[in-house]
């Protein structure tokens, strides 16, 4: 196995992962039915999000926790659907990849996903 090194890496590590969480049984509903994904649109502009992340590339001009908060408005997140991201994610990477990016988008995705999860589920803010 190779590291990550380039946005072919990336994009195919983004593919790898949303074939697992779009049909995975706690967190595949958010990417089916609450926010249908269109994968030939969305693997490109997640790839950017990492590829800013990872490669200090301005890449992405989004705004990803305004896109996860209309999400978790639609439906609710919980603990157990940020773990299972987190697990899933890093098991994609860990199936095809290994080096110093590999740990490094790891650790970023758990770091990611702690401040969403702080920000959303635990702020005492409610949606309905």
Partial sequence: MHDI???????????????????DEVIGFFFTEVVPLDLTKHIPLITDFWETVLF????YRGNVFGVHEHIHQLSGFEDKHFERWVLLFKQSVDASFAGGNAEKIKQRAESIATVM????????????
């Fill in 117 to 128: 999860r702080i920000r959303l589920v635990h702020s005492g803010i409610e949606f309905k």
């Fill in 56 to 59: 200090d590339k301005a890449a």
């Fill in 5 to 23: 090194k380039n946005r072919q890496d990336l994009e195919t590590l983004m593919v790898a992962f949303y074939s697992v969480a779009m049909t």
